[in-house]
């Protein structure tokens, strides 16, 4: 590494800060679904489940454009084309703000989509690029500290200002935010030309890496199961644990709040073993999704009980990136762009089948398939990740 390299990696964190903004307005841009599902399957006279299909949307073309994008943009300056994501994130809520029906909304959702999975395959391999070696443990933290940041305020956020005028202006909101964030973005980023084309078929051969392999099917089991659960958290907050519309954003905020403390715990704990912290996350998710149709039947005991999901979860991201770059430590954006397309395709199908659930089996069903797949995950660690890790 050269001295100039060195000096412009001491000087990476206000850049860092700014691709923390980036992953936190993806991840709020994505979720606000989750806290307008109500008002907004009203508004556009679609069932709730149907509503929900704003996130599973946006999940499956994220899971498709991020490992796409990254070999066709080929030496395209990473910089250039994170600010022109954001650009277009922008866009999508902005039109999502608009739509006069739902069919517009899933358009609006496919450009948010779009923006996300580029914007997340990329800024997730750039920690290691901004800042020197000591602190990329660090830095990697709070570029996914975005991901936790958003559900503390992005999230309740545009929950609350749902309930205050409308679902829209929470859209408006989130483009409003795309574009400052896309602001910072070109005022700290450095130039950042490619390390090196990424061809699709070494992409996928990637994927072959027992590590790499052994990471994805975690990574879908554990997020499969979230979202099969938490795309649907407010109607069970509502039906089951018997929470009014206007406490809906304070114990989303307090999940978010958990969630922030478990990201920068589970980073500490992934930096030295990702398979034990993977293991302890995806345990914990497993029960506490289990044990809400059966305990959190008042509004403290369901306030309880996302504190301790929000610990979990908040951790999911960070903890299974560390697992990914150690995993293949010689093709960081490929991986990350692999990691983007499986943990979004799994977005999607935990939307998918939550809806499935809600519409057939009721909303107390959601919270035991969510269970399901998060404890499955924990049975495909702990027996091949001895072998693999």
């Keep these: 590494m050269t001295t100039r390299e060195t000096e412009q990696r001491k000087k990476g964190w206000p850049a860092v800060r700014s691709l923390a903004g980036a992953t936190f307005t993806v991840v709020t841009s994505e979720m606000l679904p989750v806290g307008l599902l109500t008002p907004i399957s009203r508004d556009l006279q679609v069932t709730e489940g149907m509503a929900g ?12 454009s991020g490992p796409l994008l990254i070999p066709a943009l080929g030496n395209l300056d990473r ?67 975005g991901i936790a940041v958003a559900s503390v305020l992005g999230v309740p956020a545009g929950t609350y200002l749902g309930e205050l005028v409308g679902w829209r202006m929470a859209f408006v909101g989130a483009g409003g935010l795309s574009l400052v964030v896309l602001a910072a973005l070109a005022i700290s980023l450095p130039s950042l030309p490619t390390e090196g084309a990424v061809r699709l078929g070494a992409m996928l051969r990637l994927a072959g890496v027992p590590r790499v392999r052994l990471g994805l099917i ?14 649907y958290v407010r109607p069970v907050l509502e039906k089951v644990s018997g929470v009014s519309a206007g406490q809906i954003g304070t114990l989303l905020l307090v999940y978010g709040l958990f969630g922030v403390a478990g990201n920068f715990a589970s980073g500490t704990g992934a930096a030295r073993s990702p398979r034990v912290t993977l293991l302890v996350l995806g345990g914990t998710l497993a029960a506490t999704m ?44 490929a991986t990350s762009a692999l990691f983007t397309g499986v943990f979004n395709a799994a977005i999607a199908a935990g939307a998918l089948v939550g809806g499935l659930a809600t519409d057939a089996a009721g909303t107390t069903a959601v919270m035991w398939f969510g269970g399901v797949f998060a404890a499955g995950a924990v049975l495909v660690l702990a027996t091949a990740g001895g072998r693999s890790a």
């Design 79 to 145: 910089r250039a084309v994170l600010c022109a994501l954001m650009a277009l994130l922008a866009v999508g809520n902005l039109l999502a703000a608009w739509s006069p029906g739902f069919g517009v909304m899933l358009v609006a959702r496919v450009l948010v989509g779009i923006g996300m999975g580029g914007v997340w395959a990329i800024a997730a391999s750039l920690a290691v690029r901004l800042v020197p070696p000591r602190s990329i443990a660090s830095a990697t933290s709070l570029v996914f500290s």
């Design 53 to 64: 299909l704003t996130l599973m949307v946006t999940g499956l073309v994220a899971a498709v």
């Design 290 to 333: 289990a044990l809400v149709p059966i305990l959190g039947l008042t509004t403290p005991a369901a306030a309880a009980l996302l504190v301790v999901w929000g610990l979990a979860y908040g951790g999911v991201s960070v903890a299974s990136q560390s697992w990914m770059l150690v995993a293949a430590p010689d093709a960081r954006e």
């Design 218 to 231: 975690v990574v879908a089991l554990i997020v499969t199961g979230h979202f099969a659960a938490y795309t």
